[in-house]
């Protein structure tokens, strides 16, 4: 360790670190997976599959039974083995970078991934000299040590229980891969993004692999849309919708500083510590206010403001919405210890849901890493509360050990069981479907006739769906054991309780894709329920769920392609949201290369849900900017300095965008010009809809290949 512990850093990783960092985690990568088939082939002999009837160990046994569980959905032994050497690998890489993290912020007493010149730990040393272990043992018994105490006390990515901590590291691919650990410096692994991106390289291969399919199978959904969302944005999308809903909520839109109070090299360059940005205005520099506030869920008390992310990964959303809400927690309860916020934050506002489980878990670990940093800063004792991130993997639903639980508590043959039992289903048999179950549509009903089935326990009376699943997910806790299946109802319980509340706030980088690249069982579900109304392609119907979660006047913010903008399939959608549904509260169109290695265009943009018609929106034109300079134009048009002379900043009645015949969210033309479709005469009168009007002539496509990658060279 440098001896910088305590030392500030800003939030992201810049693109130099970025870059050395992906080096770092792909000669990682290479080094354990090769030692991890070195061990099943050479150690355990298991190049190929056993015969029914060979005679194998105990642990070639739990190997094969691992590695067979990779092989479902119609894969392969060969498939399976080598899914399962990319997840042991991925499980060390990820609890050794997990480790180091916690070293550089000293909340391990003994390192276990730092070597010193005798070839030990300073954690191996001590069991040497007080337990008098051999060296060449104590090395790995140490790493497993730390894990089985980290597993106890947070419950995150160290249970060395699971199916991938069947296979350490040996003591050379060990101390190999914790001196590549220190190619990267203490700074970087103090970051709060740093271990998202070592889940973004570690797995890019696959997503590489995933880009070339056309069709996806549910199991390539997450992968194929692992995409980490740069810093910047979130801090754009959070500012503009949590930082901003909370200042209209208390009447303080005038304490945002005025555009050129502050330089667009300061906005970006602003650190998150409470001595630096110790309120929300000044902490949100990249909140562009409106001329006129707009209206904003009303919380008596900041535990009641709630911020989802559908799509959590690695929680890089839910990260930076933690300073947003300490600055809030702050603000609102200056009495309280400053330390006690970090927990209750974790406990009451954030919320997160994904299909990977290992998203979840880095998703959590990263919030408890942030949490116990402000706490301890604050000279306070951290205790890790439940926090709500919770896996949408259809397996969570194999709960048969747990019917007959479920049973007890509801009654056999009651409304209410058949109600579960069809969720269920619906949600086992419907992989990929993650966040888009839709929980109120198939439950609300039979709630509201009053057979919940509940009424003998606890107090019987809930007000509510949600605070109904609440009960039930209390008493299957009370009820059950810690059988695999019980544990699976207990998750799925927790899942459908997240589901099924209202949120200030949504944020999120969904899924994309329609056609081949969302499932068929995904589809048929959407166009099956009548509370999807849109096309069926994954970002939309994400933002339906948050839509339908979200509280009147609270925010979506998101970063999605910027398809919906013209297509036909979107219009509805469009007109939805330029007139009575919701409106369009922000908006920043950035075209290609945002998302490193992705190519599609991309918007990001604020939605406000349930708000009044006659709505202004803010729009940033950015598609033409390259990438490098993206978020320097941006701050730069948002706050009024002078740049290029090209004009980005555009304020718009969301009322015009409806003049152009099929809404399109052309934002940078101006009224005059769309007001000639309220002429007699228009271009194409036909193509446009107004057959009514008389026509300048019909617009045709012209000459084309019809199929470029063929006939251009």
């Known amino acids: 360790m440098d001896g910088q512990s305590t030392q500030p850093r800003k939030a992201q990783l810049d693109k130099e670190e970025r870059e050395h960092l992906e080096d770092v985690v792909t000669e990682m990568r290479d080094r354990v997976e090769a030692n991890v088939r070195y061990q099943l082939e050479d150690e355990y002999d298991l190049d190929e599959k056993p015969d029914d009837d060979a005679s194998l160990s105990e642990e070639q ?43 550089v912020r000293d909340f391990i007493d003994d390192e276990v991934t730092t070597f010193r010149d005798d070839g030990l730990t300073p954690a191996a040393d001590q069991l040497v000299t007080e337990e008098f272990m051999l060296e060449e043992e104590a090395v790995l018994e140490a790493y497993r040590n730390a894990c ?88 754009m999308l959070t500012d503009n919708s949590l930082g901003k809903l909370y200042l209209e909520a208390e009447g303080q839109e005038s304490a945002v500083p005025e555009p050129e109070a502050i330089s667009p090299e300061e906005r970006k360059e602003r650190l998150v510590t409470p001595e630096d940005s110790p309120t929300v205005p000044e902490l949100c520099t990249y909140l562009i206010p409106d001329e006129e506030a707009g209206d904003a869920p009303e919380f008596d008390h900041p535990s009641e403001l709630r911020v989802i992310d559908p799509a959590c990964g690695s ?48 998703s959590a670990f990263n919030l408890y890493l942030k949490a116990r940093t402000r706490a301890e800063e604050e000279d306070g004792q951290f205790e890790m509360p439940n926090v709500d991130i919770v896996c949408a993997d259809a397996r969570v639903a194999e709960v048969e050990e747990g019917a007959e639980v479920l049973d007890e508590i509801t009654g056999e043959g009651t409304d209410l069981r058949e109600a579960l039992s069809e969720i269920i289903d619906t949600f086992q048999h419907t992989e990929a479907l993650g966040s888009l179950l839709d929980v109120s549509g198939t439950l609300e009903d039979v709630f509201d006739s009053g057979q919940t089935g509940l009424s ?14 609440k009960a039930l997910r209390e008493a299957v806790n009370e009820s059950s054991s810690d059988s695999f299946g019980e544990q699976n109802l207990r998750s799925f319980l927790n899942l459908l309780v997240v589901l099924s509340q ?18 068929d069982n995904v589809q048929e579900y959407i166009e099956e329920n009548e509370n999807y109304k849109y096309t069926t392609e994954y970002y939309i119907n994400f ?22 903008m013209f297509n036909k399939s979107f219009q509805d959608f469009r007109e939805d949201f330029v007139g009575d549904r919701g409106a369009f509260d922000f908006f920043s169109e950035f ?22 018609s006659g709505q202004t929106g803010t729009f940033i034109r ?30 718009r009645e969301l009322s015009e965008l409806d003049i152009v015949p099929g809404t399109p969210i052309s934002y940078w033309v101006s009224k005059e010009l769309r007001e000639l479709y309220d002429s007699n005469t228009v271009l194409d009168s036909n193509n446009a809809g107004l057959s009514e009007k008389d026509t300048y002539g019909i617009i045709k496509q012209g000459l084309a290949t019809a199929d470029d990658s063929r006939f251009v060279r």
């Open 61 to 103: 046994e739990d190997l094969v039974e691992a590695i067979e569980l990779e092989a479902v959905d119609g894969n392969d032994w060969d498939d399976g083995y080598e899914q399962y050497i990319t997840g042991v690998g991925y499980t060390i890489v990820n609890r050794l970078a997990a480790l180091r993290c916690m070293e």
């Open 148 to 235: 089985d105490d980290l597993a106890e006390e947070i419950e995150i990515l160290f249970d060395r229980s699971t199916v991938y901590s069947l296979i350490d590291p040996d003591d050379d691919t060990f101390e190999d891969l914790c001196g590549m650990l220190d190619k990267v410096t203490d700074e970087v692994w103090r970051g709060d993004d740093v271990l998202g991106w070592v889940y973004e390289y570690y797995n890019r291969p696959v997503v590489e692999a995933l880009d070339a399919k056309n069709t996806l199978e549910p199991e390539d959904v997450g992968p194929a849309n692992q995409f980490y969302t740069p810093h910047w944005v979130v801090r």
């Open 315 to 362: 929680g890089h959303f839910l990260l930076y919405a933690f300073d947003v809400l300490e600055r809030i927690w702050w603000e609102e309860e200056d009495e309280l210890d400053q330390a006690e916020i970090p927990a209750k934050i974790l406990k009451h506002n954030l919320y997160g849901v994904d299909i990977d489980l290992r998203s979840c878990q880095l």
């Open 456 to 469: 003998d326990w606890g107090d019987g009376t809930h007000q509510s769906l949600n605070s109904f699943l």
């Open 502 to 519: 209202e949120y200030d706030v949504g944020l999120m980088n969904p899924p994309y894709g329609s056609g081949g690249r969302m499932p």
């Open 543 to 564: 933002f339906e769920a948050c839509d339908r979660l979200a509280k009147a006047d609270g925010r979506t913010g998101m970063l999605v392609p910027w398809s919906f």
């Open 591 to 612: 075209g290609y290369d945002i998302l490193d290695n992705a190519t599609v265009g991309t918007v990001g943009t604020v939605v406000r849900s349930e708000a009044e």
């Open 622 to 651: 950015l598609p033409d900017v390259e990438k490098r300079q993206k978020e320097e134009k941006f701050l730069e048009a948002s706050f009024r300095v002078e740049n290029d002379g090209v004009k980005r900043l555009y304020t």
